[in-house]
């Protein structure tokens, strides 16, 4: 006896694979019922929502392969038809999907970005406000070290019971006002600035740097080192300088520290 052996055609074999379809199509549905991403995603979410895309978009180009078989054999049967109908409403219906899915996708991508900027102005905020409380902390254990200075020469004449010639140093916020002078010098001196205070720190063979509350921070710090660099190259030229410096009040004249006899 002879065995009789069917192939099943394209259009059965289409068929057979419609529970798939509609349960991928379920999926699809079940996805967009998800809540909605967290605002900041993770990257590896990102490529997984990716990969997905890809996913959909390779299945729909193998329902257009099936709906353009299920065309060609329309001949079978007005029932044929309608499953082509069905077919093509699905597959309207997962690029659909697919659209709103590169929408989220971008939208992530945004939201990632963003909170990367973010994160990025808060660290260097962080790291400014950080500098600032250091700053701060140094500027009053100079203010304790002056103040206990200043406490110590209480009853004694404030610069040692010295009374000869001397140059005054104004230590205001930014810069130095010279005495009795009264010429201004930024915290960052000029050359031609620098070579003129040292000159005439020469001249009087005495500096004094009388500190402002607001001096503390910068000008002082400056010229305190000028100074002293300074006063130590002409020791090793067996000459002598004398320095002495102290804080005053925001109010205070500075008048009473220049020498007798000076401009005031």
């Not at 005495?179 to 063979?205: C, F, M, N, T």
Request: net charge neutral; with cysteine.
């Amino acid at each position: 006896m002879k065995s009789i052996s069917r192939s099943r055609s394209p259009v059965e074999i289409g068929f057979a694979a419609l529970p798939v379809i509609l349960c991928l199509f379920a999926g699809l549905v079940c996805l967009s019922a998800q809540p909605e991403p967290p605002d900041s995603p993770a990257p590896e979410d990102l490529d997984a929502l990716q990969q997905l895309i890809v996913d959909l978009e390779a299945q729909s180009q193998e329902l257009l392969a099936r709906i353009d078989q299920l065309k060609r054999n329309a001949d079978e049967g007005k029932a044929k038809f309608t499953q082509l109908a069905l077919l093509e409403q699905l597959l309207r219906r997962v690029k659909a999907k697919i659209e709103n899915l590169e929408r989220e996708k971008n939208e992530l991508e945004k939201d990632t970005d963003e909170h990367r900027v973010r994160l990025a102005k808060r660290q260097k905020l962080h790291e400014e406000i950080k500098q600032l409380k250091e700053e701060i902390a140094k500027a009053r254990r100079r203010i304790a070290v002056l103040l206990e200075k200043k406490k110590d020469l209480e009853g004694v004449a404030i610069l040692g019971g010295y009374d000869g010639p001397r140059v005054v140093l104004e230590c205001v916020e930014g810069a130095v006002v010279v005495h009795p002078d009264r010429r201004r010098i930024k915290e960052d001196p000029s050359d031609g600035d620098k070579a003129w205070l040292l000159l005439r720190v020469d001249q009087e063979g005495f500096v004094v740097l009388a500190v402002r509350p607001d001096g503390f921070k910068g000008s002082f710090d400056a010229f305190f080192k000028i100074i002293t660099a300074h006063i130590d190259g002409t020791a090793a030229r067996d000459r002598k300088i004398g320095l002495s410096f102290f804080p005053i009040g925001p109010d205070e004249p500075v008048s009473k520290y220049l020498p007798k006899g000076a401009k005031k």
